[in-house]
């Protein structure tokens, strides 16, 4: 069976990552999703919301050689959650707060085959360079904290304030490809004969 791959995104992060794969896919924006950042435990939040990503598409995309792919990524500091920033203020206080610390990245991630949903949730540990004031107004200034759960791209200008990282590259920017190639692997899609063209 040809598969026909969708990933259900706007994260223009994401779309880079699975370009790596050398796979065809469509990318489609999730209808209006509103993310949620309280409740239970940093990997139930992230795999909820990428099943409603999934979710808010699901009726345009039912045929049985669909597959349908989400991923969702939150930051977790001492207990709390960290989301986008809401304005300039709020980048600066959160790269106030991860100034120096090691932090948690989570990424929930969702595909959705014949019908079933699989998800996994991966953690990768990253610590921060200790920022002056000057160093934050520098990064506040390019945009990039204003885009992205944490305030940072470690993919981008970011990467230069990265002190150290214990775990996959790929969850921090946004797509465990690791834990995709795992999911597919348990719906039975052999990712690596569709990589070869078999």
Known sequence: MKYKFILVTTSPRRIELLRKLNIKFDVISPKVVKEKYKGNSPCDIVICNAINKINSVNEEYKDKDTILIAADTLIELNGKIIGKPQNKEDAIRILKTLSGKWHNVYTGIA???????????????????????????????????????????????????????????DNVVGLPLSRLYVLLKKAGIDLIKIISGQ
């Open 111 to 169: 595909i959705k085959v014949d019908e079933k949903i699989y998800t996994d949730c991966r953690v990768t540990k990253v610590k921060l360079k200790e920022l002056s004031m000057e160093e934050i107004g520098f990064y506040i200034k390019t945009g990039e904290p204003l885009e992205v759960a944490g305030a940072y791209r470690i993919q981008g200008i970011g990467t230069i304030f990265i002190e150290e990282i214990h775990g996959s590259y």
